[in-house]
């Protein structure tokens, strides 16, 4: 919508400010971060897309989840080495 609004005003930011009110968003700040995410989306401005944003936050998720199975097997590696043997038991 900014996009389509903007050769009307002078500015980016007079036209971003023209469609917040419109819109009924709280600060024009907001409204802007949301047209440089869309621009960094498409391809027109360098940066994280939202797509990669996400794979970050899934593979922190799972990086997360691999370190607690990670101590698990740590904890019953450690336990089972203190066990005494089963061939040293019965002899």
Known sequence: MVAEVQPEYETEWAAMKAVAQKLGIGTT???RKWVRQDQIDAGARPGTTTEESAQVKAMKKE???LKRANEILKAAA???????S????TR
Request: charged residues 20%; negative net charge; without cysteine.
């Open 63 to 65: 990086i997360a989840e």
């Open 29 to 31: 700040e907001t409204l």
């Open 86 to 89: 089963l061939e040293t038991s």
């Open 78 to 84: 450690s336990f089972f080495a203190s066990m005494p």
